[in-house]
Nanobody, 123 residues
Framework: QVQLVESGGGLVQAGGSLRLSCVAS????????MGWFRQAPGKEREFVAA????????FYKDSVKGRFTISRDNAKNTVYLQMNGLKPDDTAVYYC????????????????WGQGTQVTVSS
């Protein structure tokens, strides 16, 4: 059974930082792409960042470039999202996801999803 478990969300003031973690288990993810998405109330789920388990490529939503960093620790089967310079517009539930292919990685059509972790940024 594939499981993606996020943690690290919380309440932070604007300008602050949080680091989200996603622990993956249940299979080998070496050929997968791992993504972070977010969904604010009343809005569609949107792409934030992605990284393949193998290789150095990273991908970001334009509005988070320079503030967010996605990384992984293969030994721990964990993907991270370091979020700096947080803004109230970053408030959302953040989801970790896994995708078998590297096609359309910015689209929320992934094979596995975590349960989400709430990030709230106060002004």
């Amino acid at each position: 059974q594939v499981q993606l478990v996020e943690s690290g969300g919380g309440l932070v003031q604007a300008g602050g930082s949080l680091r989200l973690s996603c622990v993956a288990s249940g299979r080998t993810f070496s050929s997968y792409v791992m993504g972070w998405f977010r969904q604010a109330p009343g809005k569609e789920r949107e792409f934030v960042a992605a990284i393949p388990w193998i290789g150095s490529s990273t991908f970001y939503k334009d509005s988070v470039k320079g503030r967010f960093t996605i990384s992984r620790d293969n030994a721990k089967n964990t993907v991270y999202l370091q979020m700096n310079g947080l803004k109230p517009d970053d408030t959302a539930v953040y989801y970790c996801a896994a995708k078998r292919t590297n096609a359309a990685i910015t689209s929320p059509v992934y094979d596995y999803w975590g349960q989400g972790t709430q990030v709230t940024v106060s002004s």
